[in-house]
């Protein structure tokens, strides 16, 4: 059974940059997609980015230029470096893996854009 765990979330001031990093117990090369979602306080999850098997990556509108999807193969993670971060970028972040039909969540990281 595979897991997946985040890290890296933490309280930055607006501008500054975090690296997410998301850990799988299983292979990521195997999965179809790996994405990072967020969910702000009383907002719904939104998709974040994506990136495919094949490495197609897609980003949310408001993130393009700031956040850049990857995967570490040798360490068996998916990470989502953010560069100038601002308040409204506050959420908890969730990792999500697709293998075929099946999904799996990671229990999501934190993080807190604030002066």
């Known amino acids: 059974q595979v897991q997946l765990v985040e890290s890296g979330g933490g309280l930055v001031q607006p501008g500054e940059s975090l690296r997410l990093s998301c850990a799988a117990s299983?292979?990521?090369?195997?999965?179809?997609?790996m994405g990072w979602y967020r969910q702000a306080p009383e907002k719904e999850r939104e998709l974040v980015a994506l990136i495919t098997h094949g490495g197609i990556t897609n980003y949310k509108n408001s993130v393009k230029g700031r956040f850049t999807i990857s995967r570490d193969y040798a360490r068996n993670a998916v990470n989502l470096q953010m560069i100038n971060l601002q308040p409204e970028d506050t959420a908890v972040y969730y990792c999500?893996?697709?293998?075929?039909?099946?999904?799996?969540w990671g229990q999501g990281t934190l993080v807190t854009v604030s002066s």
């Open positions: 999500k893996g697709k293998w075929g039909t099946r999904e799996l």
């Open positions: 299983g292979s990521i090369f195997s999965a179809d997609v």
